[in-house]
């Protein structure tokens, strides 16, 4: 008989770097919703002096244009590179 997989449950483990290498989401789609929500988080804690804000607004519209160009592996990996920035300056 088939098991029955709760999406919710799932999806949580796989943020949580449940599967497969750990802190990372295999998948693009996964990659640029934790990327994102995770940059997100790291704006907020940017000061403003320490980030270039037309550098990052720079990045921002080339992960929103890959986004539109459907090339979801692309603006998965520019989010994290942008976060992993901030976190520098931060």
Known sequence: MGQVVWLEAHRRRRLAGGEGSPGRVADPFGRLEL?????????HLAAD???????????LRAVTGA?????YLDAATRAERLLARLRRTS
Request: glycine letters at 4%; hydrophobic letters at 40%; aromatic letters at 0%.
């Open 35 to 43: 990327a994102v929500r995770r940059l997100d988080e790291a704006l």
């Open 49 to 59: 002096d320490t980030v270039e804000e037309l550098e990052v607004a720079s990045e």
């Open 67 to 71: 986004v539109t160009g459907r090339r």
